[in-house]
């Protein structure tokens, strides 16, 4: 017997139109369009590009040198807070956010500390990532006792606890040669990407024995390619999913632990600004003046929140589960 089919309506045509569309999309461009359905992540991304181009652009827009002293006006408050403040001595048209403790402009501080809050982001994670790939490709990809000397040596430094551990490099170092090179910024990368690398390396290790075993693998090998090409060109692409995702989300980690040692004094040399410094220099007047400490505070809250809803977006992007 004939089977008798009906016609397709216009919304399932459009929805295998759709399922067609999408086959012909690669995984990354399948993972980038997912993203930019994100309305959280696009949100992030807007704010990561905006606290970008303040830090790149704080010779220009900064109204003031963060260093600049304006000792006539005092502790100046922002002049938004004026309906809400009292005694309107204390506003100043010429200072958005006020001035500090020693009369320093709060709005050019938090500009120039974008700056230095954006390299402590990128930097050491550039620094975790090829450190920890290069040892987890290692480990992974020829095991025995590469991996187990790899591996003992990441387990020594996963013992501590990250932030005691960073205290301790900070507190040690800070007042050497190497603690004084651009204030401390050079040990501020090098102490964070040594007590962070090990996740990144017991993550592509595991990725990395997940996948040396696939067939493409093995195909590679049976013509003869180099180890050294299989890591590069086979077994790194298909692990870059999950370290993208840890890349993410280890940028506000890496911001946090700068504020965090900013504000216990072992951070960055004053008088660079910093927004962990002003927090740890506006604290010592919270209780009459509190706008010097909030106000990086919450600059830091909003940069971070940004960057938890990019690594949240990717992380839904990449996992396929997440495939509709």
Do not use: C
């Not at 919304?11 to 959280?40: G, H």
């Amino acid at each position: 017997m004939a089977t008798i089919t009906r016609p397709l309506s216009s919304a399932e045509r459009a929805a295998e139109l759709n399922v067609i569309t999408r086959k012909q999309r690669s995984l990354w461009q399948d993972a980038m369009y997912r993203l930019f359905r994100n309305k959280a992540a696009i949100a992030g991304l807007i704010v990561i590009a905006l606290a970008a181009t303040m830090a790149i652009l704080a010779p220009v827009i900064a109204p003031y040198s963060p260093t600049d002293y304006f000792t006539n006006n005092g502790k100046a408050a922002p002049t938004l807070a004026e309906p809400f403040w009292g005694d309107p001595k204390y506003y100043d048209p010429t200072h958005v956010f006020g001035t500090d403790a020693i009369g320093r402009d709060i709005l050019s501080r938090l500009i120039w500390g974008a700056r230095v809050s954006m390299l402590v982001g990128f930097v050491p994670v550039a620094i975790i990532f090829v450190v920890g790939v290069s040892i987890g490709m290692a480990a992974g990809f020829y095991g025995g006792w590469t991996d187990q000397i790899l591996m003992r040596l990441t387990d020594v430094i996963y013992a501590f606890p990250d932030l005691l551990f960073l205290i301790i490099i900070m507190a040690t170092v800070r007042n050497t040669d190497i603690g004084n090179i651009m204030g401390g910024l050079i040990l501020m990368f090098t102490a964070i990407a040594i007590v962070n690398w090990v996740g990144m390396a017991r993550l592509v290790r595991g990725q990395v024995l997940s996948l040396k075993e696939k067939e493409f693998i093995e195909a590679a090998r049976s013509i003869g390619v180099p180890d050294r090409r299989i890591m590069i060109r086979h077994l790194l692409p298909n692990s870059l999913a999950p370290v993208i995702v840890a890349v993410a989300f280890g940028i506000p980690s890496a911001m946090l632990a700068e504020a965090t040692l900013g504000f216990l004094g072992i951070g960055i040399r004053p008088p660079t600004a910093t927004w962990g410094v002003m927090i740890n220099e506006g604290f010592q007047v919270f209780s009459t003046t509190p706008w010097p400490a909030i106000l990086p505070a919450v600059f830091i809250a909003i940069v971070m929140l940004a960057f938890t809803f990019v690594g949240d977006g990717l992380r839904d992007a990449l996992d396929p589960r997440m495939k509709i």
